[in-house]
């Protein structure tokens, strides 16, 4: 089997345009969730301008198909961890006197 050569440029850039365009995907279905248009618009413009370039880059080498996956896990999962960075308990239990 014969794997083709991959420029690591190329891959890193594949990587962050498809972890840019998640991001920017959670945003724009934010705003929309939101009923903001012109928000919803403007991340969906940038949306579409970011993936333009992933998939150029990738339909010439099916190889970097494994780094816009892996770019679109970590954009997706650090927008969420930005937009709802989770629940913040209390050092102590309700009621209990401070101590």
Known sequence: MHLPEIDPL???????????????????????????????ASWSSVWYLLSSFAVISYTN?????????AGSFIGAYASISFLHPGPIYPTQPPGSAPG
């Open 61 to 69: 080498h099916w190889a970097y198909v494994v780094f816009a996956a």
């Open 10 to 40: 190329i891959a890193l850039a594949v990587m962050g345009a498809t972890a840019c365009t998640d991001a920017v995907y959670v945003m724009f279905t934010n705003a929309v969730v939101r009923r903001r248009r012109l928000p919803a």
